[in-house]
């Protein structure tokens, strides 16, 4: 039921899986409110994330550290009266994981008072015992590894992950780690193309890729970059849909096509 007591149509955990299973691709997008949430949710998006990049692209920021569980819950609560049909994710912000405890009670306000399908949490193997609490508690749970924007700081900036033959093992020792404690999906930034599809292999749980190349069981990006109106630094993963399409429906649903015909990414968006 959804919080309106009306029964919800969302996609759901188990259909993802069978989408994998039928090689059928997720087409992804973020959003931060309800207006968008509605244009992606009428045009074919399989799941919206409200992710903390809201610090970025909606807030001005450098990095999406100052992002708060109040500032996530608010647009989560918008996003979510625009949302019908795809399953809404949202993103655990910079501390709100840093223990059990905190993450438990955070992913509980993310489904209790934002109507969250999933949550999306940053973090390798070391996430495990997060992962394995909420799961017990019933809560879908979206492993975040690759590129951890919430480690950029650690990770000495926004770089590919996993180049190295021994940072490629560990990140294929993260996943199988994150889906055995229970993970209902992988999603992996910035990874070389070859070793995001070794991933996608190994996992039976969907995996979603943002720069990660196009064996990856479905796409995401930023919903202002497809839309050409993120400022500074373009990544070279995205693509602005804005080129060849006169309204923002229309990009959003080329965006989703080129996902489900597998014309998205392209080699020039791959690493
Ligand atoms: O926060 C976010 O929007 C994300 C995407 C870039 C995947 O994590």
Redesign the pocket.
Known sequence: MSAQGKPSARLTVRKLKEMKAKGEKIA?L?AYDASFAQVLDSNGVDVI??????GMVIQGLDT?LPVTMDDMVYHGQAVARGVNHALLML?MPFMSDASVEKAVENAGRFMQQAGANMV?M?GGADQQELVTSLTRLGIPVCA?IGLQ?QRVHKLGGYRVQGREQAAAEQMLEDARVLEAAGADML?L?CVPEDLAAKICQQAKVPV?G?GAGNACDGQ???LYDILGISTGHIPKFSKNYMVENSDIPSAVKAYVDDVKQGRFPAPEHCF
Do not use: M
Request: charged residues 20%; contains cysteine; glycine residues 10%.
């Open positions: 992804c973020t994330l409200v992710g903390d990049s809201l999406t993103g999306k940053e975040h924007p999603l930034e979603i943002i995401i990006l930023v």
